[in-house]
């Protein structure tokens, strides 16, 4: 898989790192947990509103979208919601942003070829070694690229449409989380969500593209 050059953080956002952009105080006991109860939406506006403070150029514009006139009563139950947000992506911005699927997978492999970069155990807080708790970040061994957590933790929200055709804006979440089994919590398992979901198990890493 090749993809443009770009960076990405070693760990989720963080509650701290949220609370700061915000302007909230962070209790020190859940300082180094990671944002969950974000959805998409959320985490995309964080990014324009973190680029904004570091004076980058926000990468996102967000657009809302007039409602269609109905022609109808009822709406067929496998038809997708049509989304009432359009958000576009500057690819010359130099702001922060939510990663691509495909960057996702590059830096959650790091170089390797199988279903996990490391074992789960020394790598990834799941079902099995959570304790029914959200962890915080950076306490697993890390994947040959410094990164933290990809897999196990919490879900992460990609940039990408899963299938806009069949499931309208549901949005890609990848790498596992902290109450699901061993399976779901490898480099391919891939998995869709509505942008405005939010769940205590569902966070965000930032990226960024690097211009030359």
């Known amino acids: 898989m090749t993809v443009r050059p770009f ?7 963080t509650v ?21 109860e974000v959805s998409w939406r959320q985490a995309i506006t964080f990014c324009n509103d973190l680029s904004r403070r570091d004076g980058l150029t926000p990468v996102y514009t967000i657009t809302p979208v007039p409602a269609a006139p109905s022609t109808t009563t009822w709406t067929p139950h496998d038809e997708p919601a049509p989304d009432d947000r359009h ?28 279903p996990r970069y490391a ?10 070694n959570s304790a ?6 950076a306490r ?21 449409l899963y299938d806009e055709a069949v499931y309208g804006p549901y949005r890609i979440i990848r790498g596992g989380g902290w109450n699901d089994p061993r399976w779901s919590c490898r480099v391919g398992v ?6 405005q979901a939010a769940f205590d198990d569902l966070g965000f890493r930032l990226a960024r593209t690097r211009h030359a």
């Open 132 to 137: 029914g708790a959200l962890p915080p970040v």
């Open 87 to 114: 958000v576009a992506w500057d690819e010359t911005a130099d702001g922060y942003r939510l990663p691509t699927e495909a960057e996702w997978q590059v830096a959650c492999r790091a170089g390797t070829t199988g």
């Open 16 to 36: 701290a790192q949220w609370n700061a952009v915000r302007g909230d105080p962070t209790p020190p006991a859940v300082a180094d947990r990671p944002r969950v």
């Open 140 to 160: 697993k061994t890390p994947n040959a690229w410094g990164l933290y957590d990809t897999l196990g933790g919490v879900w992460e929200w990609c940039w990408d």
């Open 7 to 13: 960076e990405i953080a070693p760990t989720v956002v």
């Open 190 to 195: 891939r998995r869709k969500t509505n942008p």
């Open 119 to 128: 074992d789960l155990d020394a790598a990834g807080w799941y079902e099995a």
